[in-house]
């Protein structure tokens, strides 16, 4: 019924930037809560930042001020702007999206961030 797909994810030095965007397709509406997550290894999947109901956007303790969610006018497209990227913020990173047909996940991309 939904579908994500994620890109924009690669390879960095420490201080650089990059921009991931997930696309979503399907039945979907602007007032589905969509945002990001990531997974490191030996860690648990956390939040990066997630936009809600009503326009609210959250962000992960770890990437406020460094990160920025959007969203496009079509509410199709959700974009995670990285900036001041640091070794620490490598991972896999998920595009997620909550639909009255629940929770859709998409395949991740890797962020990897050098010193």
């Known amino acids: 019924q939904v579908q994500l797909v994620e890109s924009g994810g690669g390879l960095v030095l420490a201080g650089g930037s990059l921009r991931l965007s997930c696309a979503a397709s399907?039945?979907?509406?602007?007032?589905?809560?969509m945002g990001w997550y990531r997974q490191a290894p030996g860690r648990q999947r956390e939040l990066v930042a997630v936009?809600?109901?009503?326009?609210?956007?959250t962000y992960g303790d770890s990437v406020k001020g460094r990160f920025t969610l959007s969203r496009d006018g079509a509410k199709n497209t959700v974009s995670l702007q990285m900036d001041s990227l640091k070794p620490e913020d490598t991972a896999i990173y998920y595009c997620?999206?909550?639909?009255?047909?629940?929770?859709?996940w998409g395949q991740g991309t890797q962020v990897t961030v050098s010193s």
């Open positions: 997620k999206i909550v639909t009255i047909w629940g929770v859709t």
């Open positions: 399907g039945s979907i509406s602007s007032e589905n809560a």
């Open positions: 936009l809600a109901h009503g326009g609210r956007i």
